[in-house]
């Protein structure tokens, strides 16, 4: 089977710029894959495999590209894609891989006009507590959805409609990701509650338990399995998210309210049989999730 592409430029060789390398190498063979980072990261991606060169330069990586995966933290994605389209040759593919999307395309809106390369912004909901190229993973995104951004008002057939995107989203599949396309505004409300809220729960979680342990350890001495399973976020590191929280503060504010609110309601029905409906309602959904996988 021919490959979808033929050199692909990977712009952030961590965990999940690192394992769509390293998916491009498992699935696609005879995809020349590029890597673009700090000299040690793709040091270390060379001797894990997942580029076959990397590049100090950033039109060095992107020449010749007919796809370059932007996997950088937003605030520098926002800042790199004038200069990436200005550098990427008409007809190449450039997308994305961040966690917030409203900002990143009125970016790229400016900055990929007609006749320049195609831009598709995209999110996989797929990762891990921990970063880094050590932790990346040839199927990292399989049973996992993958978001894609299309225009305002647009349709799926409309968005799709690019030769180049149809052969991102058949690779995509063939990773097992199911892609799901919608508009910037509803990805990054919808993020804010699936995804960024329970980082900022399990965040403040740890600090509650952290100040409440005293000399003798407890309670964390006491702690079983089900408080390290809902604190693995916690284990995810501020960098990752700084620009993810700014960039999506608004969402977060709103859903952090209502959090508040279910909180509250919480308190108000610990002495009360209410309480059993709370535990009903939250276990039909978690079955729900539980039988999504």
Not at 254 to 262: F, G, K, S, Y
Request: charged fraction near 25%; glycine fraction near 10%; include cysteine.
């Amino acid at each position: 089977m021919q490959a979808p592409f033929r050199r692909a430029a990977i712009l952030g060789t961590g965990l999940i710029g690192g394992s769509f390398a390293l998916a491009l190498r498992k699935y696609s063979p005879d995809t020349v894959v590029i890597g673009w980072d700090k000299g040690n990261v793709l040091r270390h991606a060379l001797e894990r495999g997942a580029i076959h060169e990397g590049a100090g330069e950033l039109a060095i990586a992107v020449a010749g590209a007919d796809l370059i995966y932007v996997a950088l933290p937003v605030g520098q994605t926002i800042e790199l894609l004038p200069e990436i389209a200005r550098l990427a040759a008409p007809g190449t593919l450039v997308t994305d891989a961040c966690s917030t999307k409203r900002m990143i395309s009125a970016v790229a809106g400016e900055s990929f006009l007609e006749g320049r390369a195609h831009f598709l912004g995209g999110h996989p909901m797929a990762g891990k507590e921990i970063s880094g190229i050590a932790a990346a993973d040839a199927d990292l995104f399989r049973g996992s959805k993958y978001a894609l951004i299309r225009k305002p008002g647009g349709e799926e057939t409309g968005a799709s409609r690019d030769a180049c995107v149809v052969a991102l989203v058949k690779f995509i599949e063939k990773l097992g990701a199911e892609p799901i396309w919608l508009e910037a505004e509803a990805h990054d409300r919808a993020a804010a509650i699936v995804s960024h809220l329970p980082q900022l729960l399990a965040v403040a979680l740890a600090g509650v338990v952290r100040d409440a342990t005293d000399e003798s350890g407890l309670p964390v001495t006491l702690a079983g399995r089900g408080l390290r399973d809902a604190l693995r976020l916690a284990g995810s590191p501020y960098s990752v998210w700084r620009d993810i929280i700014l960039t999506n503060s608004d969402n977060l504010d709103r859903v952090l309210d209502q959090m508040i609110q279910a909180l509250e309601r919480v308190r108000g029905d610990l002495r009360a049989r209410a309480m059993e409906e709370q535990f009903a309602a939250a276990g039909e959904l978690y079955k729900i999730l539980r039988d999504m996988q």
